[in-house]
């Protein structure tokens, strides 16, 4: 199984980078996941599919080569990061070439709040249902409280979430 993971924050340090990590160390057997780095997209323009962006068609050929998707999330502003919004329109150009299409993508997300990125989610969830992506519902993974998860290499250490986070690959695994 080939999975493409995105990340919705450019920090360096950032959780939800560190999250996707995770996934990779914990991923199942056959599991093979590869974080697409979405910091070099440029921002979205319609004029640009004319001649359409090198790193934006890298994009859409890793989800449509990929058996599946991963998204980790950050919540800003009780919704998702820019850049995730811009990485996602870019995969769904152009019109009639959304390389979402029919994929299954598992919602991963945290953040330092009480709420781990719920409201984040449903936005995400909304968008994604209109470019026809089978977005699993269960299990809802919202990691809250980031900072006291992770130790200061960025690794992963909560035992609780780490168990959690295997649950939520192994049901990606059946719902591809
Ligand atoms: C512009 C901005 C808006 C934010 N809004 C929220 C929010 O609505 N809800 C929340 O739980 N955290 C919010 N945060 C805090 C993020 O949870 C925190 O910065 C987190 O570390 C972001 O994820 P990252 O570590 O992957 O970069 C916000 C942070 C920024 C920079």
């Known amino acids: 199984m080939n999975i493409v993971a995105i990340s919705g ?8 980078t560190s999250l996707l990590r995770a996934t990779q160390k914990y991923a199942p057997n056959g599991m ?12 979205y323009n319609q004029d640009a599919e004319t001649e359409f962006p090198k790193r934006a068609q890298e994009l859409k ?6 058996d599946g998707v991963i998204i ?47 409201m984040a989610q449903q936005h995400l969830k909304t968008i994604l249902l209109f470019l026809d992506v089978h977005v699993i519902g269960q299990p809802e993974f ?10 200061e290499n960025g690794e992963l250490t909560d035992e609780e979430t780490i168990k959690f986070l295997k649950q939520a690959l192994e049901t990606l695994v059946k719902r591809m």
């Not at 697409?36 to 997209?41: A, K, P, R, V």
């Not at 502003?77 to 811009?86: T, W």
């Not at 919202?142 to 130790?151: E, W």
């Open 61 to 66: 050929d890793a989800i449509e080569s990929s």
């Open 32 to 43: 093979d996941i590869s974080i697409f780095d979405i910091s070099t997209l440029p921002l």
């Open 142 to 151: 919202y990691l809250s409280n980031a900072g006291k998860k992770f130790d």
């Open 72 to 118: 980790a999330t950050p919540e800003f502003n009780r919704s998702i990061s820019g850049v995730l919004k811009n990485a996602i329109d870019w995969s769904s150009r152009p019109w009639n070439k959304n390389s979402f299409i029919g994929k299954t993508v598992l919602l991963l997300g945290a953040s330092v709040g009480q709420y781990g990125t719920s």
């Open 9 to 16: 924050s450019l920090r360096k340090d950032s959780y939800n």
